[in-house]
T-cell receptor, first 115, second 111 residues
Framework: EPEVTQTPSHQVTQMGQEVILRCVPI?????FYWYRQILGQKVEFLVS????????KSEIFDDQFSVERPDGSNFTLKIRSTKLEDSAMYFC?????????????FGPGTRLTVL | DAKTTQPPSMDCAEGRAANLPCNHS???????VYWYRQIHSQGPQYIIH???NNETNEMASLIITEDRKSSTLILPHATLRDTAVYYC????????????FGKGTSLLVTP
């Protein structure tokens, strides 16, 4: 069964450093998403991406964040200058279409720890 | 999107049916009810969705009341692996692509 994969599984970085989280969505999917979950809190939407541009983004997704689909298979989330509060699980998801019935498939997540 | 209310936690004995309720009294006519679950900090997993008719798939059944103000997710024969946080999400048709997760219901299946 096709699945979303994410690398690395755990990333440790120093405050102020840039990090890039990588995702390989399911191959025939067209919509890509990033969510995050701070420990003990709910899953929060960050951004959705379609046709090489951002479709929707939340208030969390400020100028420190960017997304990119650098090639036909990868989807990345970059955090330019990490803060302590960026420590969280980051989940990538993809879906074939955007409408109802086209569920989002989530990857296993990357645990980001900012020291 | 309509707000949902779920009990924070529930228990269920293994092999019994788990019935997880969700209130969405402000749901509008074009909003769908989705259920996802998250097993121990793994990525959320889609379970089922519906508009107004009852739905069933290999994982669960979804019962939506006639007035659509509430729904129940049914896991017919719960196993220990069904221990997870279950999220009821209501989405407006084509309003965007975000899934707005609440706090969900933490289901504990016991032996």
């Amino acid at each position: 069964e096709p699945e979303v994969t994410q690398t690395p599984s755990h990333q440790v970085t120093q405050m102020g450093q840039e990090v890039i989280l990588r995702c390989v969505p399911i191959s025939n999917h067209l919509y890509f998403y990033w969510y995050r979950q701070i420990l003990g809190q709910k899953v929060e939407f960050l951004v959705s991406f379609y046709n090489n541009e951002i479709s929707e983004k939340s208030e969390i997704f400020d100028d420190q964040f960017s997304v990119e689909r650098p090639d036909g298979s990868n989807f990345t989330l970059k955090i330019r200058s990490t803060k302590l509060e960026d420590s969280a699980m980051y989940f990538c998801a993809s879906s074939a279409l955007a409408g109802p019935g086209n569920e989002q498939f989530f990857g296993p997540g990357t645990r980001l720890t900012v020291l | 999107d309509a707000k949902t209310t779920q009990p924070p936690s529930m228990d269920c004995a293994e092999g019994r049916a788990a019935n997880l309720p969700c209130n969405h009294s402000t749901i509008s006519g074009n909003e769908y009810v989705y259920w996802y679950r998250q097993i121990h900090s793994q990525g959320p997993q889609y379970i089922i969705h519906g508009l107004k008719n009852n739905e069933t798939n290999e994982m669960a059944s979804l019962i939506i009341t006639e007035d659509r103000k509430s729904s129940t997710l049914i896991l017919p024969h719960a196993t220990l692996r069904d221990t997870a946080v279950y999220y009821c999400i209501v989405r407006v048709l084509y309003s965007g692509y975000a899934l707005n997760f609440g706090k969900g219901t933490s289901l504990l299946v016991t032996p």
